[in-house]
């Protein structure tokens, strides 16, 4: 499910039947920061472009939100580890906010609460916890603020298992971590939410243009993780020798 491709075949608003799993996803992932559970979601608009970095093409899913209530909110999903990570989900929710803006006088700045949800399979906290949530805080009491912007890291590198009794979000973690490993869900995940993602996430069941196209995503991440690997190598000798010039100047000098 950490691709573009699969990801969006697998929870698109735009069909009746992913549309309900990606309501599943949304209310199990954000429960406990929602008023009330998301009744429906759909597209905010198509892909789009918003660095005019290749790799942050298709990196963001833009959604308008409805709760039981009725209240709106704008949500995003982020699947690919990228440079600044934790900086590029503060950007993305900065620039839902500023797009719900209206030119003019008459705007009042009463715009919608904007969530980022992003999943990476690298450590941003040095610690055990696999999920969290940040938002605006009293940095004194350390009481929760105004629900202006919410932001949700899912750290699936640090997943530590199913565990004995799980609950849905944790559940949820292990599909995103082995989905595309498993023959068969394992016991604790044998109910109808989890069951009905398998056909749609199915690789085996794309054909023509989208294995093509699942394919050379795959290469192209593989690629771009070659390709900053070799980067942070280069500027790592860089460094090396420019510190061993330097001390071997200064060693001469004296």
């Known amino acids: 499910l950490m691709t573009d491709l699969l990801f969006k075949k697998t929870f698109s608003p735009d069909n009746v039947h992913t549309k309900v799993n990606l309501l599943n996803l949304l209310n199990d992932l954000l429960g406990p920061q929602l008023l009330s559970p998301v009744t429906d979601v759909f597209s905010m608009d198509k892909e789009e472009n918003r660095t005019g970095s290749r790799a942050s093409r298709t990196s963001v899913f833009d959604l308008h939100c409805r ?43 009463d715009f919608a609460t904007v969530f980022v949800i992003s999943f990476s399979w690298t450590s941003l906290v040095e610690d055990d916890r696999f999920v969290r949530h940040w938002s605006f805080c009293d940095i004194v009491t350390k009481e929760r603020a105004r629900d202006f912007v919410s932001l949700s890291f899912i750290e699936l590198g640090k997943f530590p298992g199913l565990g004995e009794r799980p609950d849905d979000l944790r559940k949820w973690v292990y599909l995103f971590r082995n989905l595309d490993r498993i023959a068969e869900l394992p016991p604790e995940l044998r109910e109808e939410k989890f069951e009905r993602l398998l056909p749609t996430a199915e690789v085996s069941r794309l054909r023509g243009k989208e294995l093509e196209e699942y394919e050379r995503e795959f290469m192209t991440l593989e690629w771009d993780e070659y390709a900053v690997e070799e980067t942070r190598r280069e500027r790592l000798a860089e460094a090396t020798a420019q510190g061993l010039s330097r001390g071997m100047a200064q060693g001469m000098a004296q």
Do not use: S, T
Not at 76 to 86: A, R, S
Not at 97 to 102: L, M, N, P, S, T
């Open 67 to 109: 709760d039981a209530a009725g209240r709106l909110f704008v949500a995003e999903v982020q699947i690919k580890d990228l440079k600044h990570f934790v900086k590029r989900a503060m950007f993305y929710a900065c620039q839902d906010v500023a797009r719900q803006g209206v030119p003019g006088d008459l705007w009042n700045y």
